[in-house]
């Protein structure tokens, strides 16, 4: 018999009942911009960051004095350096090796406050970025169903890594070089105005014609570098997917196929990075162009000046030299201001997540369910279909008592609602109408986290993680001791394969759990489950991996969990129904039968029809 719902691999859009879930909000952006992200014009998804910034006030305080004790420095050069021309040479040169002492002093000034603003803007933006990590992980976790039916698994990693790499690098790289040039910017100007205000009011004349390449290839930049990172992001999530179903791939004989589409999603963002590229470098250059052909007509004036005695010639090179600083800080500037915009981008896409809010979230004053657990699990008149398939509803009018200590069998075809049952208790989603209940205690008013702690769940995919076998177990229950562990282990029968193990309980178990059989894993996700010492057992064909011997010495193992807690089991095998109290047959979202074993087989109703055709031939 198969038991996995449709409604288990279903992708379910739109919103559940209630509040917009974080799939309905994505839904809604993607329509905005016809079927791709919305995209904002402007760069205030970096607000989004000031938060950050608030926790860490007294290193970015630090990082702003730093930040001006060597733009005051670093200008401070063109004064000595004027100083050392007009009054080093007087008197015969007297007075020349003080002031190229004090040169020399004002250089090591200057090394010594660019090491510091370097450290403290880099400490300050690593951290930030550490904390925004840190925090849109979290935000991923808390995420229901609904969104990531809306959004594969390697485009939210994506965003977690690649656009949080280039928020990281405006953090840590270009925010520091950008407020050091627009600081020089500001000092070089106004020191301009007291060493020449004529000429300095030619070099002002240049910068409206800066200000065009700079706002209008700018803003072509950024839009061409949000596509980039959408079409490398489509194609990093296929690549995902293709790695995690490589054995798929591979048995299908589809991997030129899969090269093939992964390469071209490659092509296209090359292309559109290909674009943006010259558009900035058009940008850079006629910035470079414009900026530093005034700047030589302007030097060529303060040579006239010279010549005719209205000017020192300390004065030509301090102005010289503030015209280089200049002009290279509003270079520089241009090429820090695609950085911003290629964060801005990469902040709109991370901004989505943290913005998503769960249609499951705790109340606000949540019912804390009674202590000591009682372990009992009630549905009452429940209503439910996945968000955006109404028409095809998952239960029913569907209603279901688990007293405590009770052993209940689910039975039913394939699509009858069985799993469905499941993540209602667990409250991955909730019913349109009726009530789901633990302990008495409706689940929408309490909080889904100990909701769940009253389960321990064993899935029919049996999902592991990378880590060594004690790590999952104790993923269970975290405070879980080795001896613990290894108790729970011998109860699955898992003890035997973990201590042939390289490394016993300590061997790294590869990815998902990979280096282990079907059946290894799925006893290993049995003792996970017995290690939580939860009141209430869900077995999902828990032992639909094992071969005939090792299902015997599960189901000992399980009879003996079982007989401590009360259970909701979906029955495959006919020796697991025998063992229940009670077998609930479900078809189309409703019960249809309930009794005993003997008792349904009587009736010649839906369970002896299934009995006849599969549980026998099990």
């Known amino acids: 018999m198969t038991h996995a719902d449709p409604q288990r691999h279903a992708q379910p859009s739109g919103r559940p009942s209630g509040r917009p879930g974080a799939g309905a909000l994505l839904a809604e952006q993607m329509d ?82 660019t090491a510091l603003r370097y450290f403290y803007v880099t400490k300050t933006g690593e951290r930030m970025i550490a904390d925004l990590r840190t925090a849109l992980f979290q935000r991923i976790l808390t995420l229901d169903p609904v969104f990531f039916a809306h959004m594969r698994t390697g485009e939210v990693l994506s965003r977690l890594t690649t656009d949080v790499q280039l928020v990281d690098t405006l953090l840590t790289t270009s925010i520091s070089y950008a407020l050091r040039n627009f600081l020089t910017l500001i000092g070089g100007v106004i020191l301009l105005f007291f060493v020449s205000p004529k000429l300095t009011g030619f070099v002002l004349l240049i910068v409206p ?28 999530g296929f690549a995902g997917e293709s790695v995690d179903a490589i054995e798929t791939v591979q048995a299908f004989g589809r991997e030129k196929s899969a090269i093939g589409r992964f390469g071209a999603a490659v092509e296209e963002a090359f292309g559109v990075s290909l674009k943006r590229m010259r558009a900035r470098a058009v940008m850079t250059a006629m910035i470079i162009v414009v900026m530093f052909g005034g700047v030589t007509l302007v030097l060529w004036l303060g040579a006239q000046d010279v010549i005719a005695g209205t000017m020192t010639p300390g004065a030509l090179l301090q102005f010289v030299l503030l015209s280089v600083f200049a002009a290279g800080a509003v270079g520089a500037l241009g090429e820090s201001w695609g950085d911003v915009q290629k964060a801005a981008g990469a902040m709109e896409r991370i901004d989505e997540l943290m913005r998503a809010t769960p249609a499951i979230a705790p109340p606000t004053n949540p019912v804390a369910l009674p202590q000591p657990p009682r372990g009992e699990v009630s549905m009452s008149a429940v209503d439910f279909a996945y968000p955006g398939r109404p028409d095809l509803p998952a239960l029913k009018g569907f209603s279901l008592t688990v007293r405590p200590g009770e052993t209940v069998a689910l039975v039913g075809p394939s699509g009858a609602g069985k799993s469905t049952v499941f993540r209602l208790l667990l409250r991955f989603y909730d019913p349109q109408s009726g009530l789901v209940s633990v302990d008495g205690v409706d689940v929408r008013a309490a909080d889904p986290v100990e909701v769940r702690n009253r389960f321990a769940w064993v899935s029919q995919e049996a999902p592991l993680f990378s880590g060594s076998a004690l790590e999952n177990i104790r993923f269970g229950r975290e405070a879980a001791t080795l001896e613990e562990a290894r108790a729970v282990a011998a109860e699955a029968q898992a003890l035997g394969f973990i201590d042939a193990l390289p490394e016993g309980f300590d061997t790294p178990l590869g990815e998902r759990g990979k280096s282990l059989s079907g059946g290894q894993r799925q006893r290993l996700a049995i003792a996970r489950a017995l290690v939580r010492e939860a009141p209430i057992l869900l077995l999902d064909e828990a032992t639909s991996a094992l071969d005939a011997e090792n299902e015997r010495l599960v189901q000992a193992a399980l009879d003996q969990a079982m007989s401590e807690r009360t259970t909701l089991v979906i029955a495959h095998r006919l020796a697991t129904v025998l063992r229940a109290d009670r077998i609930v047959v479900m078809d189309g979202g409703r019960v249809v039968e309930e009794g005993t074993h003997a008792e349904l087989t009587a009736k010649g109703g839906l369970y002896a029809r299934l009995a006849k055709l599969q549980f026998q031939g099990t």
């Open 32 to 113: 905005e911009a016809g079927g791709k992200r919305a995209k904002s014009r402007n760069i205030r998804p970096l607000g989004r960051l000031l938060p950050f910034l608030a926790r860490h006030k007294t290193d970015a305080a630090i990082s702003v004095v730093w930040l001006l004790a060597s733009t005051v420095a670093s200008l401070g050069l063109t004064a000595t350096a004027r100083g050392a021309i007009d009054q080093g040479f007087d008197n015969g040169g007297q007075d020349i090796n003080l002031w190229f002492l004090i040169l020399g002093l004002n250089a090591v000034a200057l090394g010594l406050a």
């Open 209 to 236: 014609v800066l200000i065009v390449p700079l706002f209008l290839f700018g803003r072509i930049v950024r839009k061409l570098t949000v596509k980039s990172q959408d079409t490398f992001a489509g194609a990093v």
